[in-house]
């Protein structure tokens, strides 16, 4: 009987769906273990071959860790909301939601064909009010906190309300924007409108005037990671730097415990550094420069206050309010054309760019602390305004982008020495002039600091700080398809709606452009206002707010009551393991871990990180083919003959080219201008060129995985797609290999067929064949451990030749072998496991136990040596005594040619190792 994929495949989705195999309950008598794949975004794409990688990876693990009988949480769900949904309905006019549902429908079909075992009763989507109104409930919590210092968690607005009332501000340590002291007696003299305005600068969730990276094509501020070389990702629309109103999440205050919380967590190294990074923990100190003939003080954060000495200018960032109040009247031109030319350039552009140098002069002179020399003050896109004060001192013997700014405009160089020569980064010691600090003489880097910091503060000059580079996130969208804000505005003051009003549904609107008056596009609904007439905000949450908790939502998605309920949280407590792409290793991450934190410090879930152990997985790219043409003519060249000829390279779909063999037919229907094509041809065929890129459809190398599961079956493509490589390295896409996969599944299908008839024998299994089971049972075992899964499709390989060669078709030993291959490929192991008699799917079977007496060895091959020189082997059993291997070996023909008549003097045994004849 022939191996039908598509029949058992179809059948076992099928077992599977109507007896929701794959449904998981709260199950206090098994261990929990909880996998997750990243959140997909559906697209109308639909699914290429190289999304699968992570979800194939993950369901092994998770099929496996139930065979070991852990009671596995495996979800899915839809990160819905997203501007190219409604991108495309500003183009059609269609609702975001009708794209988006069809996305989803086609992003279902794709993954059911793949045979996951996901719990699709949990299944949710971001766009789903069920789902956003605990999205907008996390929102009005945030709201309703400030971060406390001293206890390093959230606490109530309510508990800072009462402290104000009885002390005012002056004592208060919370994270918070820039805010004057007061008393109680001032706090309580102040109108509420006023009193909101300064809880505004303490909430979580706070509105206040930021800069941002804003789009006006598209009509909305962007995230960094949505805009590349000063355009949008989204349709390569330009975009600048404008200061805006928006609501914002104080990220910024958990930067610490974002920090520490790393090294508890079972992430690889590089990712880590990847996030202490993008937090960005810097020792230091503020310290406070005069300004010529005024009363403004110019604050800086410098990590070596020891080098203050070398300062020999000041630099701006074009954000800082201090630029409009330094610059001179015969300085404003340039300055205000130069802060209008770099707000078409991004923080992270800005960052990231150590080349250009660029940089306006604002008149105004700083005084320096110590010596009360003036320094001129200029104002320069490589400083930023987000980290420290937005106002640097710049060191250029000490410091790179200072160096090339100095060396650029022609500024002093001063190098900073000591007895001890504290200059060891000094970027040019010959130029310039040396400058020496009585105070920092004869110290070394470690201890000037030290010493520096010392002094700032015993001079009043300022005081030791710890700085962060995380900034806080920008949480306003102008956009209508997005989670609508609970948000209403009374007094131009805003206030949370109550739960029993949640969730807050997005209304109808007629277009899905901003207005003609430039508001964002809510500000087309009719009545978008509270019962009583209060107007409702009008920007949506950014992609990132859906995504931050949906774990969690995934524990008890169709509870009402709450984001996750105490028995469920309790249970399920964290992610043991999460799969999904490097391009995630800031943003979502960090957002996802200090949501969660925040949940933790309000009792709402039972652990401060969600993610306990984190893959990445590499990316699979794409295998591109090319045709080569005569130049002026439609002739097409074979890949081996086209040096002989003047030829193009072009790119030819990958789903007409079979290991790398053009179906020219197919060639002439593909584009109209090839219907005439001739071809010369090698072999009779036409053989393309090849290389690797990124899997895209300008290269017409994506390929869908639907043709990959029509054409060899789903178990061959996640088999395949565990082939290619390691799961976290990067790896080209290649079907010349595929059909080696597929014959391994044929290969298996013969040994429980003999031509048309199933035969399995329930005979005792002999030594040989358990000895091949145990060994793969303990490399499959080690293998899925370490995620090598790789070389588990080579173990698998192996072990099916072996019992091949032994004519093994004994039942248990063919039972076991299922077990291990199941979670690779899930519908030929319970379509044999069916036949052999089992009536429950396999699921519910045991991994199989390793026997370590099955493996061992009862025999060495040892390597016989004469005066050290090895000769050859010989295999001898590992019962025998040394003078039975010495009998053995010494009487053996081939140790009498080396010996040639003479009479050893030693020989030398060392057990299960080697033997060497002195003669």
């Not at 852990?70 to 309905?89: K, R, S, T």
């Not at 020496?436 to 005081?463: H, M, P, Q, T, Y």
């Not at 076991?816 to 319970?830: N, Q």
Request: glycine letters at 6%; aromatic letters at 12%.
């Amino acid at each position: 009987m022939e191996y039908t994929f598509k029949e058992i495949e179809q059948k076992w989705q099928k077992y599977w769906n109507d007896n929701k195999t794959y449904k998981v309950d709260v199950n206090a008598d098994k261990p929990k273990f909880y996998v997750l794949d990243m959140f997909p975004y559906p697209s109308g794409a639909g699914l290429h071959v190289g999304h699968p990688l992570g979800y194939i990876a993950s369901d092994i693990y998770s099929r496996y860790k139930t065979l070991k009988g852990f009671n596995v949480l495996h979800p899915m769900g839809y990160d819905a909301y997203g501007l190219p949904a409604e991108q495309y309905a500003i183009q059609t006019g269609q609702h975001p939601a009708i794209t988006t549902e069809q996305n989803i429908t086609r992003y279902r079909e794709q993954l059911d064909k793949i045979g996951f075992s996901f719990d699709w009763d949990r299944e949710v989507r971001t766009c789903n009010p069920e789902y956003y109104k605990w999205t907008q409930w996390a929102f009005i919590q945030m709201f309703n906190h400030y971060f406390d210092n001293e206890t390093e968690k959230a606490q109530p607005i309510s508990a800072l309300v009462a402290k104000f009332e009885t002390e005012g501000n002056a004592k208060i340590n919370a994270a918070c924007s820039e805010t004057e002291i007061f008393t109680a007696e001032q706090w309580k003299a102040l109108s509420n409108t006023a009193q909101q305005e300064i809880l505004l600068n303490y909430r979580l969730a706070y509105l206040a005037d930021t800069m941002v990276n804003w789009c006006p094509e598209l009509g909305t501020v962007l995230a960094n990671d949505e805009v590349k070389d000063g355009l949008s990702e989204r349709g390569g629309h330009p975009v600048v730097q404008k200061k805006m109103r928006q609501w914002s999440l104080r990220v910024s205050a958990y930067a610490k415990r974002l920090l520490d919380g790393l090294d508890n967590l079972e992430w690889t190294d590089s990712l880590k550094e990847i996030q202490k990074n993008w937090i960005g923990r810097s020792v230091g100190a503020e310290v406070n420069f005069g300004v010529k003939d005024s009363d403004i003080k110019m604050e800086i954060f410098t990590t070596r206050p020891d080098t203050i000495f070398g300062v020999t200018f000041m630099v701006l960032a074009p954000e800082s309010e201090l630029v409009d109040n330094l610059t001179t009247t015969e300085c404003r031109e340039k300055v205000d054309a130069y802060i209008e030319a770099t707000k078409k350039r991004t923080e992270r552009e800005r960052l990231a760019d150590v080349k250009t140098v660029s940089g306006e002069f604002t008149g105004a002179y700083a005084i320096h602390p110590f010596t009360g020399e003036e320094i001129p003050i200029w104002v320069s896109d490589y400083v930023l305004a987000g980290y420290g004060t937005g106002a640097i001192m710049a060191v250029p013997a000490h410091d790179s982008r200072d160096y090339a700014f100095a060396k650029h405009f022609d500024l002093p160089i001063i190098q900073v020495v000591s007895d001890g020569d504290i200059s060891e980064e000094s970027y040019d010691a010959k130029e310039g002039k040396s400058m020496n600090s009585d105070f920092l003489n004869g110290l070394d880097v470690k201890d000037a600091i030290v010493k520096a910091n010392e002094e700032v503060e015993a001079r009043g000059l300022g005081k030791k700080k710890i700085n962060y580079r995380l900034r806080d996130a920008i949480f306003s969208r102008q956009r209508y398809w997005g989670e609508p804000f609970p948000v209403y505005f009374k007094e131009n003051m805003p206030y949370m709606m109550e739960m029993d009003q949640l969730p807050l549904e997005l209304p109808e609107i007629d277009k899905y452009l901003p207005t003609e008056s430039g508001e964002p596009p809510l500000g087309r609904a009719k009545d978008w206002k509270t019962a009583d007439g209060h107007p409702i905000e009008l920007n949506t949450m950014p992609g990132f707010a859906g995504s931050s908790a949906y774990y969690l939502r995934y524990m008890d998605p169709r509870n009402n009551d709450a984001l996750v309920s105490k028995e469920a949280n309790e249970y399920w407590q964290d992610v043991d393991l999460y799969i999904g792409g490097t391009e995630h290793a800031t943003g979502h991450l960090i957002y996802s871990r200090f949501w969660n934190k925040f949940l933790f410090d309000i009792n709402e879930v039972c652990k401060d990180e969600p993610f306990k152990k984190l893959i990445n997985q590499g990316m699979i790219q794409g295998r591109s083919n090319f045709v080569y043409r005569v130049k002026n003519t439609n002739k097409f060249i074979s890949y081996g003959l086209r040096k002989e000829h003047d030829t193009t390279a072009i790119h030819v779909d990958v789903n007409i080219v079979k290991n790398d063999v053009l179906d020219t037919e197919a060639f002439k229907a593909w584009r109209p201008e090839f219907k005439d094509a001739e071809f010369i041809l090698e072999d009779d065929k036409y053989i393309c060129g090849w290389a690797v890129e990124k899997m895209s459809k300008s290269m017409f190398n994506v390929v869908n995985p639907d043709v990959i599961v029509e054409e060899y079956g789903a178990d061959t493509l996640r088999l395949y797609e565990m082939f290619l490589g390691p799961l976290e390295a990067h790896k080209p896409w290649d079907t010349n290999g595929i059909d080696g996969v597929h014959k391994f599944l044929k290969k298996l299908w013969r040994l429980f067929y003999k031509s048309e008839n199933f035969e399995v024998s329930d005979a005792e299994p002999t030594k040989d064949e358990l000895k091949v089971l145990h060994k793969t049972i303990k490399k499959i075992q080690d293998d899925i451990e370490r995620f090598s899964f790789n070389t588990s499709i080579s173990a698998f390989m192996i072990c099916v030749n072996e019992l091949s060669s032994l004519k093994c078709n004994n039942k248990a030993v063919l039972e076991d072998l299922l077990k291990l291959l199941a979670p690779f490929a899930p519908h030929i192991s319970e379509e044999l496991w069916n036949k052999c008699g089992n009536k429950d799917s396999i699921t519910k079977a045991s991994f199989p136990e390793f026997n370590e007496s099955f493996v061992a060895e009862d025999t060495h091959s040892y390597p016989v040596s004469f005066n050290g020189k090895m000769r050859f082997k010989l295999e001898l059993s590992l019962s025998m005594s040394k003078d039975e291997i010495e009998q053995e070996v010494l009487n053996c023909e081939q140790a009498q040619k080396w010996i040639d008549g003479k009479t050893p003097k030693k020989v030398i045994i060392v057990p299960k190792k080697i033997i060497n004849i002195v003669v």
